[in-house]
């Protein structure tokens, strides 16, 4: 079975230019995130969906960041416009959580990730 | 809030030694999730292990085994006889536990790199 998967590995950009990175999830997974993760880190949370829909985007800078996840499959993250500072790698992750039929599975798989690079 | 540290940035330890990364959370829930993730210099991170809350038994598989103590609030991992394949950074990570719900919020710590000396 295909584990999550991300585009592109790697990108480099001027500020101020526009970037997307693309994740396909687990096939059936429901709950998608998209993390960002700085140099020496730990995963911090951008945004989640449950299936198609947005439950928790607090974390994003929405003044430049944008998420969707249109038919609940594959999802797109857009920087508009790149700053310095947005140089991280972005991972994605997929869950299969039971919803209304009981407990959340409680294990994340992770894409290899996206690594911007603002210059 | 939730949080989690993990005092140790870094670790270096010769092959076949013994190493443990300590694990420290904060949490208000009384029911939560606890996990260790490797991540390995291709960038993925892979789940190692999860443990709930009202489960303090500890747990051994292989090399790895895990010492959970809700008295202290820890979660510490230690590897037995370690490899250079072990050389990676893991993250300790805490999220709650729900029913009826999607999801959850995952709380990471900074992580430890580990580095596994032939």
């Known amino acids: 079975e295909a584990g999550v998967v991300q585009s592109p590995r790697y990108k480099i950009i001027e500020k101020k230019q526009p970037v997307a990175f693309w994740c396909n999830p687990i096939?059936?997974?429901?709950?998608l995130y998209w993390y960002l993760q700085n140099l020496g880190q730990g995963p911090e949370l951008l945004i989640r969906?449950?299936?198609?829909?947005?439950?928790?985007d607090s974390q994003l800078p929405k003044d430049r960041f944008s998420a969707e996840r249109l038919k609940g499959v594959d999802s797109t993250l857009k920087i508009q416009p790149a700053e310095l500072g947005d140089s991280a790698v972005y991972l994605c992750?997929?869950?299969?959580?039971?919803?209304?039929?009981?407990?959340?599975?409680?294990?994340?798989?992770f894409g290899e990730g996206s690594r911007l690079t603002v210059l | 809030a939730q949080k989690v540290t993990q005092a140790q940035t870094e670790i270096s330890v010769v092959e076949k030694e013994d190493v443990t990364l300590d694990c420290v959370y904060e949490t208000r829930d009384t029911t939560y999730y606890l996990f260790w993730y490797k991540q390995p210099p291709s960038g993925e991170l892979v789940f190692l292990i999860r443990r709930n809350s009202f489960d303090e038994q500890n747990e051994i598989s292989g090399r790895y085994s895990w010492n959970f103590q809700k008295s202290t609030s820890s979660f510490n991992f230690t590897i037995t006889a370690s490899q250079v394949v072990d050389s990676a950074v893991y993250f300790c990570a805490l999220s709650e536990i729900r029913f009826y719900n999607y999801g959850q919020n995952f709380v990471f710590g900074p992580g430890t790199r580990l580095s596994v000396l032939p």
């Open positions: 969906y449950e299936n198609e829909e947005a439950v928790d």
């Open positions: 992750a997929s869950s299969l959580d039971h919803g209304t039929g009981g407990f959340n599975t409680g294990e994340l798989f």
């Open positions: 096939s059936g997974h429901n709950t």
